[in-house]
Nanobody, 123 residues
Framework: QLQAYGGGLVQAGGSLRLSCAAS????????MAWFRQAPGKDREFVAG????????SYSNSVKNRFTISRDNVKNTAYLQMNSLKPEDTALYYC??????????????????WGQGTEVTVSS
């Protein structure tokens, strides 16, 4: 089970840190990622991180503003979001991929999903 939390309401230019805590099984051996879904839009890839944390990938829209990280001891992944923009407003989901192959950004590659945490950025 994945529990995402840390969302909230923030002004443009502000920061938030999302967390994704796994319970029931260790996720240290798997790729983890964050996706988001804005109202009326498809779910889209935000950031992904390798098993050990040494490799990361970001969508162009968040590159240089967001940072994904993980703590395998705590069984938790994080998404540090800086310089937030109103267009970042969405429900943010964390996900785990069991397979060791495939692209970070492909939604269908992920096997487990958290329930989502809402981020609202006001202008």
């Amino acid at each position: 089970q994945l529990q995402a939390y840390g969302g909230g309401l923030v002004q443009a230019g502000g920061s938030l840190r999302l967390s994704c805590a796994a319970s029931g099984r260790t996720v240290s051996g798997y790729v983890m990622a964050w996706f988001r879904q804005a109202p009326g839009k498809d779910r889209e890839f935000v950031a992904g991180i390798s098993r050990g944390g040494g490799s990361t990938s970001y969508s162009n829209s968040v590159k240089n503003r967001f940072t994904i990280s993980r703590d395998n001891v705590k069984n938790t992944a994080y998404l540090q979001m800086n310089s937030l923009k109103p267009e970042d407003t969405a429900l943010y989901y964390c996900a785990v991929r069991l397979s060791d192959s495939g692209t970070y950004s492909s939604l269908r590659n992920y096997d487990y999903w958290g329930q989502g945490t809402e981020v609202t950025v006001s202008s």
